[in-house]
């Protein structure tokens, strides 16, 4: 699985790919290199398969926050919202003070005209982080509208 890892690092997505099928046969029971298959399969624009791939490490590790992140953020691209959202709160229950979930779920919610929602988690945010930029800005953006 390392070398699967570090060839995805070095943007070998297909040769990454490769490498993490076979630790994924070898170790059928670690979530990890699917968690890593599913961001390769992402890179390769195999977008369902990335999908697949990460709802199987969260069946094999259901209370390890990383693939609900990278699941809720891929749903996210795809604008699919909603249940990004779901995802994301699997996240903040799993790891309350987690920023990027929060920032994730406050475009999720405003990208579904759920602006006061959004607001709320900019709010907590700040609260956690008072510099943090990318919040500020959106939290302004959101209250100028």
């Given at each position: 699985?390392?070398?699967?890892?570090?060839?995805?690092?070095?943007?070998?997505?297909?040769?990454?790919?490769?490498?993490?099928?076979?630790?994924?046969?070898?170790?059928?029971?670690?979530?990890?290199?699917?968690?890593?298959?599913?961001?390769?399969l992402?890179?390769?624009?195999?977008?369902?398969?990335?999908?697949e791939?990460?709802?199987?490490?969260?069946?094999?590790?259901?209370?390890?926050?990383?693939?609900?992140?990278?699941?809720?953020?891929?749903?996210?691209?795809?604008?699919?919202?909603?249940?990004?959202?779901?995802?994301?709160?699997?996240?903040?229950?799993?790891?309350?003070?987690?920023?990027?979930?929060?920032?994730?779920?406050?475009?999720?919610?405003a990208?579904?005209?759920?602006?006061?929602?959004a607001?709320?988690?900019?709010?907590?945010?700040?609260?956690?982080?008072?510099?943090?930029?990318?919040?500020?800005?959106?939290?302004?953006?959101?209250?100028?509208?």
């Open positions: 699985m390392e070398l699967g890892a570090v060839l995805a690092r070095q943007g070998e997505w297909e040769l990454a790919r490769q490498q993490l099928e076979a630790a994924r046969q070898f170790s059928p029971d670690d979530p990890q290199p699917l968690l890593y298959l599913g961001e390769v992402w890179k390769l624009d195999r977008r369902n398969e990335a999908l791939a990460l709802r199987n490490a969260i069946r094999l590790a259901p209370s390890d926050w990383q693939p609900h992140y990278r699941l809720a953020s891929d749903l996210a691209q795809q604008e699919d919202f909603s249940d990004a959202i779901v995802e994301y709160q699997e996240v903040l229950r799993l790891n309350p003070a987690n920023v990027k979930a929060k920032l994730g779920m406050a475009a999720a919610l990208n579904l005209g759920r602006t006061p929602e607001l709320q988690q900019l709010d907590e945010i700040l609260t956690l982080e008072p510099n943090n930029r990318p919040a500020f800005e959106m939290r302004d953006k959101f209250r100028r509208r």
